[in-house]
């Protein structure tokens, strides 16, 4: 039985990554780093999760023959680096330069409707949540979801299945009374380790990603609601009952 949908946040929800691209490389600039990510480097960039993990993975490809001295000056320094690209990114979100990917509002509106629970499993930080959701549902967008779990609250990132646990346990089911959306391969199997079935809707950066784990592949959400999500739900552990017994 269906009872909750687990939302991931960037790529998901949103087609945020190209925002949070440009972000970083104002920041960069407005440092005087010399740094500049392009989209195809981007792409690399997107197999770790987290964007503090993000840019100190980066700072190791290009330091890779220095050793840090100072630990602290370094976190300090990707700690300001982040501060400024957060910035940069609610200046964008408000802007209106990032909205709801297609369906993704109506099958959160019709299914709290149907009284399925509601819930985000994410890795990013709780500011960039409230900015885009904030924006795109209005200023009452917590009433939707019954627990939020991110970057503050699941600090071992994706594709460790911390925060579905998390949301598993806040939501009070069973992994498979619930579906996992994401974008990612890393989130894929974040969910997948949890225990629950998955739908991918992948982005430009993620669409070479290997998704033969999910329970369903599609472009977006707009042709998914929650019959649909049931019926995608029912066969997917059907097959995996007569796949374990056989």
Do not use: C
């Amino acid at each position: 039985m269906l009872r909750a949908l687990i939302f991931d946040v960037d790529g998901t929800l949103a087609d945020t990554e190209d925002a949070h691209r440009a972000a970083f490389n104002r920041a960069f600039e407005e440092l005087g780093l010399g740094w500049h990510w392009d989209e195809a480097l981007y792409t690399e960039l997107l197999e770790i999760s987290g964007g503090k993990e993000r840019v100190r993975h980066y700072w190791g490809q290009v330091n890779a023959d220095v050793t840090a001295v100072d630990g602290r000056a370094l976190q300090d320094t990707i700690a300001r680096i982040h501060e400024l690209k957060t910035a940069y990114y609610e200046a964008a979100v408000n802007d209106g330069d990032v909205k709801l990917r297609p369906g993704v509002l109506t099958l959160l509106e019709t299914a709290q409707a149907e009284g399925l629970r509601l819930a985000i499993a994410t890795t990013t930080s709780p500011v960039n949540i409230a900015a885009l959701l904030r924006k795109a549902v209005g200023p009452d967008w917590r009433h939707s979801f019954m627990a939020i779990g991110d970057a503050s609250s699941a600090p071992i990132k994706k594709p460790h299945p911390q925060v579905y646990l998390q949301m598993i346990e806040a939501l009070q089911i069973d992994p498979r009374e619930g579906v996992a959306f994401e974008d990612s391969h890393n989130g894929l199997q974040a969910a997948t380790e949890a225990g629950l079935a998955t739908v991918i809707t992948p982005t430009k950066f993620t669409r070479h990603q290997d998704f033969s784990q999910a329970m369903q592949v599609v472009d977006d959400l707009s042709t998914v609601n929650v019959d649909v999500l049931r019926e995608w739900h029912r066969a997917y552990w059907t097959q995996k009952d007569k796949a374990a017994a056989t």
